[in-house]
């Protein structure tokens, strides 16, 4: 089996700071996806990429940058931390004409001084 | 766009009863999307629990079942007798093009107590 590992674990920023949250599969998927989850409202996709060096946007991309330059990685950059913003980030994968099963990564939550 | 809507909040069930968390969708394209039900249990990460892409089929995993139903857009988690085990937050979700991901719930947390 593979695995999602997304670092780091915990992330504090100061306001107005450009952070990158990275996240590594080993399963040799194509398709990886970055999603935001806040208390209170479930998971919303940021940004996708089906393939290396390819960039989707997804609902929320506002504010994030991401990079594919590997098959084997995406990151994903806040642009500017807001003043309190608290949210987990979470990456996942999926092979093509699987039914979009997605493996998750454990996370990676962020606070913002 | 697409919507999922599930049970809210927290849910709390004694050992050895039955559970349901109830799930309608709302999908924008004319064909039928695929329905998934994920868990994650404390301090683990997100995981497929079941999925089902043909209507009126029924998927089932470690004792859960949900139904596909297409005319009630439904498909509602079921458990006939919940362990301890089964406490986490369970999401519902949906997907119609197998590049953009899913579409999640708001997630339903399950405590289970003895």
């Known amino acids: 089996g593979g695995i999602i590992t997304q670092t780091p674990k915990f992330l504090i920023g100061q306001e107005g700071q450009k952070l990158t949250l990275k996240c590594q599969q080993n399963?040799?998927?194509?398709?990886m996806y970055w999603y935001r989850q806040d208390s209170g409202k479930g998971l919303r996709l940021i940004y996708y990429?089906?393939?290396?060096?390819?960039?989707q946007k997804g609902d929320l991309s506002e504010g994030y940058d991401a990079s594919r330059e590997k098959k084997s990685s995406f990151s994903l950059t806040v642009t500017s931390a807001q003043k309190n913003e608290m949210a987990v980030f979470l990456c996942?994968?999926?092979?093509?004409?699987?039914?979009?099963?997605?493996?998750f990564g454990a996370g990676t939550r962020l606070s913002v001084l | 766009g697409d919507s999922v809507t599930q049970t809210e909040g927290q849910v709390t069930v004694s050992e050895s009863k039955s559970l349901i968390i109830n799930c309608t969708y709302s999908?924008?394209?004319?064909?039928?999307?695929?329905l998934f039900w994920y868990v994650r249990y404390p301090g683990e990460g997100l995981q497929l629990l079941l999925k089902?892409?043909?209507?009126?089929q029924k998927g089932s995993s470690r004792g859960f079942e949900a139904t596909y139903n297409k005319e009630a857009t439904s498909f509602h988690l079921q458990k006939a007798s919940v362990q301890e085990s089964d406490s986490a937050v369970y999401y519902c979700?949906?997907?119609?093009?197998?590049?953009?991901?899913?579409?999640f719930g708001l997630g339903t947390r399950v405590s289970v107590f003895p």
């Open positions: 996942a994968s999926s092979i093509p004409f699987s039914q979009n099963t997605l493996y």
């Open positions: 399963f040799n998927h194509d398709t």
């Open positions: 990429s089906i393939t290396e060096n390819d960039l």
């Open positions: 999908a924008t394209s004319i064909g039928y999307p695929n």
């Open positions: 089902v892409i043909t209507a009126g």
């Open positions: 979700a949906l997907s119609e093009n197998y590049a953009q991901g899913l579409t």
